[in-house]
T-cell receptor, first 113, second 113 residues
């Protein structure tokens, strides 16, 4: 059973639309949740972190966390072609004494003009 | 230098060669990680170091040998690699305690011929 699961996509949205990316996790004690963006051939770049239930907004990005349902999502408003990338969901499990993260397999997002 | 740096950025080596990858973090972190990312596959955690001590080895073949002389530097020594070891090797760092924010270096693109 995968610990962090994402729909691998590809998810295709038109420019200007809202892209919605979802992630579920299996460890109910998980504490911290992250979204990374990875362009082809590049390293992952941290774009959002969320630690408590609810929404967290940063510019065009909104992360949503629901610990009861064990899912975390990322909304990208006014999607741009430059948002086309693979988005990785990462979770820090509860009880770990260091910053080890478990990553999902990533969702490929394509924003077409 | 800022953030996490990795050298070399690209490496081509034969199966009988010995080479080393270097990672340096300038963030004051005390945990460092090696990941492998093969084409169209999710991130694979290879090794974890906390305060220079190896705390995790995810069944990595012995042809990969990590070294962490201090909290700022991490090496991955390579010898007698196989073509299937060709991948993007990523280094990351984080605080040993805390929410688990990991920052990645740019990666080394390794090709084994």
């Amino acid at each position: 059973q995968k610990e962090v699961e994402q729909n691998s996509g590809p998810l295709s949205v038109p420019e200007g639309a809202i892209a919605s990316l979802n992630c579920t996790y299996s460890d109910r004690g998980s504490q911290s949740f992250f979204w990374y963006r990875q362009y082809s051939g590049k390293s992952p770049e941290l774009i959002m972190s969320i630690y408590s239930n609810g929404d967290k907004e940063d510019g065009r990005f909104t992360a949503q966390l629901n610990k009861a349902s064990q899912y975390v999502s990322l909304l990208i408003r006014d999607s741009q072609p430059s948002d086309s990338a693979t988005y990785l969901c990462a979770v820090k499990a509860g009880g770990t004494s260091y910053g080890k993260l478990t990553f999902g397999q990533g969702t490929i997002l394509t924003v077409h003009p | 230098e800022t953030g996490v740096t990795q050298t070399p950025r690209h490496l081509v080596m034969g199966m009988t060669n010995k080479k080393s990858l270097k990672c340096e973090q300038h963030l004051g972190h005390n945990a460092m990680y090696w990941y492998k990312q093969s084409a169209k596959k999710p991130l694979e955690l290879m090794f974890v170091y906390n305060f220079k001590e190896q705390t995790e080895n995810n069944s990595v073949p012995s042809r990969f040998s990590p070294e962490c002389p201090n909290s700022s530097h991490l090496f991955l020594h390579l010898h007698t690699l196989q073509p299937e070891d060709s991948a993007l090797y990523l280094c990351a760092s984080s605080q040993e305690r805390g929410p688990g924010l990991q920052y990645f270096g740019p990666g080394t693109r390794l090709t084994v011929t």
